[in-house]
């Protein structure tokens, strides 16, 4: 009996196959972000991505990749990812390192060196904050605020940065005048 | 003694306290702070001047930021005992310090300034993990960096029989406290007494003892 009803069961494909009720396919689930989500009006560069040159930004940066060259965002924050390397020059409004920075850093207002950071040059700054566990190699050159009295000879745009050295220049200069800078006033060299 | 003081409370200054840090690596077991009469002297040797520029080999922290540049001083920080350990280590640290490759290439690493570039220089207990041709050369170094005139802060052990000394990070509190919190053990390569210190030292200006109730001499140097 058990063989029986065996064979009888290769004949049902032959039946006219009971059409099943559609289905819609379930929407895809959101991707899974493998970087922290960024705020909107934050501009990113992911950490697979090379730059040699120079990047100017007029809005706020996260950088994640690799960038030799200068940095330039004088009125936003530069956020420098866990995967960022940075063989450059940096200004601007403010500074987070949670990556590599190798090269003089201009924050205006203030900079913020995490744990896991690691950061070579000097620092000039209105602010410092510095976690356990940064490493640090350099100077720093805390700048004290301007008078108010000055306030009204800025531009209209916002705040301006501290005095600027020098026009931009070819990013290779730009590199070369920052390390160079410090040393005829007697700054230490690394 | 210095030793023991880092597993009971010291015996002036506030009791153990915690480095308050936001990245919570230490523990209050791991940190205490006390009184020191060399760095006092040390500070009102340098005087109010601002914009002096002034070494500091403890490795960066929040609390010798905040210190320093609070006075109007440019800080330049060097973690000089991670650098020694990047270059001598792991394995035999003093018999590393007799290569001369490895100790050429940790000067430029280390200690690579222009002439007297320095008004002062924070030391803190460093000089007693070098062995003696590293040592002499860290100090020629050193001696070029320093503006004459500049101060020199530098603590050894006073305890002549210990044998491995608690490796400290050396943070600044206040005007005359520190907070140390412990790094590792390790053997000096030498424990200097007050004749060691001054041939050490032979070419200073001058140079001024303390010698502290946990057994430590800090010592400032008039370059």
Same mark, same amino acid.
């Given at each position: ?12 494909? +032959? +039946? ?7 289905? @819609? ?63 450059? +020059?940096?200004?601007?409004? /403010?500074?987070?390192?949670?990556? %590599? ?7 205006? /207002? ?81 | 003694? $210095?030793?023991?003081?880092?597993? %009971? ?7 153990? *306290? ?43 922290? *929040? ?16 973690? $000089? ?6 270059? $001598? ?6 018999? +590393? ?20 570039? $320095? ?8 000089? /007693? ?6 040592? @002499? ?80 001499? @800090? ?5």
């Amino acid at each position: 009996m058990w063989k029986r009803r065996e064979e009888e069961l290769p004949a049902r494909p +032959s +039946s006219p196959p009971v059409p099943e009720p559609v289905r @819609e396919a379930p929407p895809p689930p959101p991707a899974k972000p493998s970087e922290p989500e960024l705020p909107r009006g934050v501009a990113a560069i992911g950490k697979s991505v090379k730059i040699k040159g120079q990047i100017f930004s007029r809005e706020d940066l996260y950088l994640d990749g690799e960038v030799e060259g200068t940095i330039e965002v004088p009125e936003h924050r530069l956020t420098v990812g866990p995967h960022g390397r940075l063989q450059a +020059s940096v200004k601007a409004r /403010e500074v987070v390192v949670l990556g %590599s920075v190798n090269g003089n850093v201009e924050a205006a /207002e203030k900079i913020d060196i995490r744990k896991e950071a690691k950061l070579v040059g000097d620092i000039k700054t209105g602010r410092i904050i510095i976690e356990d566990g940064a490493y640090f190699k350099g100077s720093i050159d805390i700048v004290r605020e301007q008078p108010k009295a000055q306030a009204p000879q800025q531009p209209a745009r916002g705040p301006a940065p501290p005095a600027q050295p020098a026009p931009s220049a070819p990013p290779g200069a730009a590199v070369q005048q920052a390390s160079a800078a410090p040393n005829p006033s007697g700054d230490p060299k690394r | 003694m $210095f030793r023991d003081r880092a597993k %009971s409370p010291p015996r002036h200054g506030p009791e153990q *306290q915690p480095v308050p840090g936001r990245g919570g690596r230490l523990t209050p077991a791991q940190v205490y702070s006390r009184h020191s009469h060399g760095l006092e002297e040390f500070f009102q040797s340098l005087g109010s001047q601002p914009g002096l520029n002034v070494l500091d080999w403890a490795g960066v922290s *929040q609390a010798n930021v905040d210190f320093i540049t609070g006075r109007g001083n440019r800080l330049y920080s060097e973690d $000089f005992y991670r650098l020694l350990e990047m270059h $001598f280590g792991p394995g035999d640290w003093y018999a +590393s310090q007799q290569d001369p490759a490895r100790v050429e290439s940790f000067l430029d690493a280390v200690l690579g300034f222009p002439s007297a570039c $320095f008004d002062a220089a924070l030391l803190w207990d460093m000089l /007693e993990y070098l062995a003696p041709p590293l040592l @002499e050369a860290v100090l020629a170094r050193l001696n070029d960096a320093v503006k004459p005139g500049g101060y020199l802060l530098a603590i050894f052990h006073a305890d002549e029989k210990i044998e491995r000394v608690p490796v400290y990070q050396y943070r600044i509190a206040g005007p005359d406290t520190l907070w140390l919190s412990l790094r590792a053990m390790r053997a000096p390569a030498k424990l200097f007494n007050n004749r060691d210190i001054e041939k050490l030292f032979r070419h200073a200006r001058a140079l001024k003892f303390f010698l502290t109730r946990d057994h430590l001499r @800090e010592v400032i140097v008039r370059r």
